[in-house]
């Protein structure tokens, strides 16, 4: 089940974090499995005061300065682009959560009746476009828990493969629920303690707040027998994509087991042939992962074009492609066949409600797909403020709910006490200056939960598997 001497990109998965840099760790994180010091409370106290201090502030030594000024330059994996790019979507799901309510026009598209706002542009809209991020979310997962057992299928490494995959499946579970866990009781406790409003009614249900309740949506979020994606509940209403996320996962790694020894071309056919049909079905979230097996498939098999002429041409379409995709990816949630520019939608299959997600599937695939063929366009999501935004990706996803319904919502209404909501200016004032002072918090805070929740999952999870593994003669 566990290889020792792994190389540290096997341990990294879709969605979840990169582990930090040994100086970004805290203290009690790196020791984990570490005796216990004697208790100081002069000591804890400096430690938890350091702790809260963010990653990219914490000290450098002399020594590793030194030590990197004279390293080579590294050249960057060739998925690592793809941490900045969920890095960028987490932040775009935040930025829609804190927008839609005090601005709910952002549902619906520019030109629909009077909304004629800058802001509601095709492509302006991308930066709200949280429902488009959760495609992108999938399609990264796909290619990214994919890509390395699918060289291994190209390379025949099919023991390194076993070995890995099952290591991966046995930790996914847990990286995925332990930290979703940590964030519902973090809101929770702010239930119980009246820090949030608790409602009567919760979708049109009545609705009770206690532990009952509380188990009730722990279930609910961990539950992937359920194929519906049209879960929220209370507490973390955000989190009805881990379910699904794990479900794709285990679509991902049953695909790979059973199309390893296969031939690319039946692969690509069985793959396309699934994925086409999960679209018919309904089930945009299962293709999108397909399509990211899809899409790891080519990458690996594909070579840049010898001629100059030929590669201008393919990265042009490339090019083109990712900015169809981008318009696509702003689909609005409301009226959107009423929508200039989406009416088209209207004629064409999918015909319900359904078609907004398959858009914006088919938008995600078309903005992700092509970035594996394009340098230029992945330098942007592998500069210093992108990686950042990667690592602390999925602790932002976990935290940003409760935070825009405490902090977030005080801050805003005292903006709105001191500077006044009547009026255009006064309003958008108050909401400028309210985002501006929340959004680091946000930042602050998801950084604090990604080195006291997430790096500590992951490193309970590699223990947790070290320890269920069976010895070496037994295998």
């Not at 973390?236 to 996962?249: D, H, K, T, Y």
Request: with cysteine; proline share 7%; charged share 15%.
């Amino acid at each position: 089940m566990y290889l020792a001497g792994h190389p540290a990109r096997e341990d990294e998965e879709a969605l979840l974090p990169q582990l930090p840099p040994e100086s970004a760790r805290t203290k009690w994180s790196s020791k984990l499995g570490n005796s216990l010091p004697s208790f100081s409370p002069r000591a804890a106290f400096w430690q938890c005061l350091a702790f809260t201090r963010p990653s990219f502030l914490g000290k450098r030594s002399p020594v590793s300065d030194a030590t990197e000024k004279s390293a080579p330059l590294r050249k960057p994996h060739s998925t690592e682009y793809l941490d900045g790019v969920r890095g960028v979507a987490s932040l775009i799901v935040f930025i829609l959560h804190w927008t839609h309510i005090p601005y709910p026009s952002v549902n619906s598209g520019w030109g629909y009746k009077d909304h004629t706002s800058f802001w509601l542009l095709p492509f302006v809209r991308i930066i709200y476009s949280g429902a488009a991020m959760v495609s992108v979310f999938f399609v990264v997962s796909g290619f990214v828990l994919s890509h390395r057992f699918i060289q291994r299928m190209h390379r025949q490494e099919y023991p390194e493969l076993f070995s890995g995959l099952t290591s991966l499946t046995f930790r996914r579970a847990i990286r995925l629920f332990l930290p979703a866990f940590a964030s519902s009781t973090m809101a929770f406790l702010c239930a119980y303690l009246d820090i949030v409003h608790v409602p009567k009614k919760v979708e049109g249900k009545p609705f009770k707040h206690g532990l009952s309740s509380y188990l009730e949506y722990l279930d609910m979020e961990s539950n992937p027998w359920d194929w519906s994606t049209d879960f929220s509940g209370f507490y973390n209403p955000q989190l009805w994509s881990i379910a699904v996320e794990f479900r794709g996962s285990m679509v991902v790694f049953l695909m790979i087991i059973g199309l390893a020894k296969t031939r690319a071309a039946v692969r690509l056919a069985v793959e396309t042939i699934l994925m086409i049909h999960c679209f018919g079905h309904k089930r945009w979230d299962v293709a999108l992962f397909i399509a990211g097996m899809i899409l790891a498939e080519l990458e690996v098999m594909l070579k840049k074009p010898k001629s100059p002429s030929t590669r201008k041409l393919v990265n042009a379409i490339l090019g083109l492609t990712i900015v169809l995709g981008l318009f696509l990816c702003g689909y609005p949630r409301d009226h959107n066949t009423e929508t200039p520019g989406y009416m088209w939608s209207k004629y064409v299959w999918p015909f319900t409600a359904y078609r907004r997600r398959f858009w914006l599937a088919i938008g995600a695939m078309m903005v992700v797909g092509p970035m594996a063929f394009l340098p230029s366009v992945q330098s942007i999501f592998l500069t210093r403020p992108a990686r950042y935004l990667g690592r602390i990706s999925f602790a932002l996803y976990l935290v940003h709910g409760f935070g825009n319904r405490t902090i977030g919502k005080w801050l805003l209404n005292g903006c709105w006490d001191i500077i006044g909501k009547e009026g255009f200016w006064p309003y958008t004032i108050s909401y400028v200056v309210s985002t501006t002072l929340y959004f680091p918090i946000v930042l602050w805070a998801s950084d604090m939960f990604w080195r006291g929740v997430d790096v500590p999952s992951t490193n309970f999870a590699k223990w947790f598997e070290k320890k269920c593994a069976a010895p070496q003669s037994v295998r």
